[in-house]
Nanobody, 125 residues
Framework: VQLQASGGGLVQAGGSLRLSCAAS????????MGWFRQAPGKEREFVAG????????EYADSVKGRFTISRDNAKNTVYLQMNSLKPEDTAVYYC???????????????????WGRGTQVTVSS
């Protein structure tokens, strides 16, 4: 089972990026997925989560109104659209997946079972 995050890069403040997370080795269409991030010297934190169906989503307060999580179950892929980026959004972003079928979104790291390697997002001021 692999989760491969992509789409990170360097962007100026106010810009946008879209992260993608492609799953392989099994289908994740029936499982909750999420995004976390870890900035240098800080603990990894929750960014966004999405239920298995895509009907329910949850966001960290720091990204509400700017980030949107979505999924395409046919492609076994989850996305994170990031708009109005700020320097404080700079971090390595990780996608993650639950293994409990038909689950709602999760906020805690220990509720997820599979993790990707991460993609670097750098926002310059």
């Amino acid at each position: 089972v692999q989760l491969q995050a992509s789409g990170g890069g360097l962007v100026q403040a106010g810009g946008s990026l879209r992260l993608s997370c492609a799953a392989s080795g099994r289908t994740f269409s029936g499982y909750a997925m999420g995004w976390f991030r870890q900035a240098p010297g800080k603990e990894r934190e929750f960014v966004a989560g999405i239920s298995w169906s895509g009907d329910s989503t949850e966001y960290a307060d720091s990204v509400k109104g700017r980030f949107t999580i979505s999924r395409d179950n046919a492609k076994n892929t989850v996305y994170l659209q990031m708009n109005s980026l700020k320097p404080e959004d700079t971090a390595v972003y990780y996608c993650t997946a639950d293994r409990t079928p038909y689950s709602d979104f999760k906020r805690r790291q220990d509720e997820y079972d599979y993790w990707g390697r991460g993609t670097q997002v750098t926002v310059s001021s």
